[in-house]
């Protein structure tokens, strides 16, 4: 077992992740054949397989399945060796990946950016964005340091910091603009616009309709904000969007901007991050000032 190595491990992981010999390789940046060879000699060293190769895809065995679990506790607790000698360091320096869902990216990502880049000279930040799910499986499994999502997530091995409250807005064609505000009752009967399914937006949304259980006939799906709006501006229907995203998505379409009716839906934005992260401590103080950036 001591010929076991952390390459061994990182290799297995990501193709244990992706189920995939083409995908992992590229998410491990070699080439598929030395990603297969890699995988071959852990299983002769195992002296059992780990993966059953099919024509297109691959499955783990009962080993394999077991032993990806125990590869990744085990990558995770290398992973947090290096964040505990960082955590001495103040300020904090080295690498910061840090998760945001798509309908806060692009409006709160670069003004984050920049001020961790002000404020912490010495971090490498590696923003990804996602959608929730995607990236609490990210933080759980120690692909990332943290993510700035809606709460509440309600994982038990995370903690959550809240950041700010901010409204949902109805976006309307121009022309309804004189129109009264519909209340939740009458968007149910209105060609709602939302974004797919995976975006916990979307889900806010439906909830605010009353809408979480069945559906309205006229519903219509987009894969951002932008796309929506954009349909709006043609009179295709009416949709919700976030207030940090009004400026920027509507500045291009001819659409009408309104406060819905109380009580006003809202979300609250949040940093989540492992309990167990020796970062803890300088990632609630990274907390503070992406708060202060998203009610500046």
């Given at each position: 077992?001591?010929?076991?190595?952390?390459?061994?491990?990182?290799?297995?992981?990501?193709?244990?992740?992706?189920?995939?010999?083409?995908?992992?390789?590229?998410?491990?940046?070699?080439?598929?054949?030395?990603?297969?060879?890699?995988?071959?000699?852990?299983?002769?060293?195992?002296?059992?397989?780990?993966?059953?190769?099919?024509?297109?895809?691959?499955?783990?065995?009962?080993?394999?399945?077991?032993?990806?679990?125990?590869?990744?506790?085990?990558?995770?607790?290398?992973?947090?060796?290096?964040?505990?000698?960082?955590?001495?360091?103040?300020?904090?320096?080295?690498?910061?990946?840090?998760?945001?869902?798509?309908?806060?990216?692009?409006?709160?990502?670069?003004?984050?950016?920049?001020?961790?880049?002000?404020?912490?000279?010495?971090?490498?930040?590696?923003?990804?964005?996602?959608?929730?799910?995607?990236?609490?499986?990210?933080?759980?499994?120690?692909?990332?340091?943290?993510?700035?999502?809606?709460?509440?997530?309600?994982?038990?091995?995370?903690n959550e910091v809240a950041l700010f409250e901010e409204e949902f807005?109805?976006?309307?064609?121009?022309?309804?603009?004189?129109?009264?505000v519909p209340s939740s009752d009458m968007l149910r009967e209105m060609?709602?616009?939302?974004?797919?399914?995976?975006?916990?937006?979307?889900?806010?949304?439906?909830?605010?309709?009353?809408?979480?259980?069945?559906?309205?006939?006229?519903?219509?799906?987009?894969?951002?904000?932008?796309?929506?709006?954009?349909?709006?501006?043609?009179?295709?229907?009416?949709?919700?969007?976030?207030?940090?995203?009004?400026?920027?998505?509507?500045?291009?379409?001819?659409?009408?901007?309104v406060r819905l009716m109380a009580p006003r839906p809202t979300r609250?934005?949040?940093?989540?991050?492992?309990?167990?992260?020796?970062?803890?401590?300088?990632?609630?103080?990274?907390?503070?000032?992406?708060?202060?950036?998203?009610?500046?």
């Amino acid at each position: 077992m001591s010929k076991i190595s952390m390459k061994h491990l990182r290799y297995f992981e990501a193709l244990a992740r992706h189920a995939h010999f083409g995908r992992a390789a590229e998410d491990c940046a070699i080439s598929q054949p030395a990603l297969s060879l890699q995988i071959k000699e852990l299983e002769e060293i195992l002296g059992a397989p780990l993966v059953e190769r099919g024509a297109r895809q691959i499955s783990l065995t009962a080993l394999g399945d077991a032993f990806a679990v125990r590869s990744r506790d085990i990558l995770r607790a290398v992973e947090e060796l290096g964040d505990l000698a960082r955590a001495s360091h103040s300020p904090l320096i080295g690498r910061l990946r840090i998760g945001v869902i798509p309908t806060v990216a692009p409006y709160l990502l670069p003004r984050v950016i920049q001020g961790l880049t002000h404020s912490y000279p010495g971090l490498d930040l590696r923003p990804r964005e996602a959608v929730t799910q995607k990236l609490i499986d990210d933080l759980i499994e120690g692909r990332l340091d943290t993510a700035i999502v809606a709460l509440p997530i309600s994982e038990p091995s995370l903690n959550e910091v809240a950041l700010f409250e901010e409204e949902f807005m109805l976006v309307r064609p121009m022309a309804d603009a004189d129109r009264p505000v519909p209340s939740s009752d009458m968007l149910r009967e209105m060609r709602l616009l939302l974004l797919e399914e995976g975006h916990c937006f979307r889900d806010q949304a439906l909830t605010y309709c009353k809408m979480a259980s069945s559906l309205p006939r006229d519903l219509m799906e987009g894969s951002s904000l932008t796309t929506l709006v954009q349909m709006v501006g043609v009179g295709i229907g009416v949709t919700l969007i976030p207030q940090m995203a009004v400026a920027i998505e509507t500045r291009s379409a001819a659409v009408s901007v309104v406060r819905l009716m109380a009580p006003r839906p809202t979300r609250v934005i949040g940093m989540v991050w492992r309990k167990t992260n020796p970062l803890a401590q300088q990632l609630g103080r990274i907390a503070e000032l992406v708060g202060r950036t998203g009610t500046a």
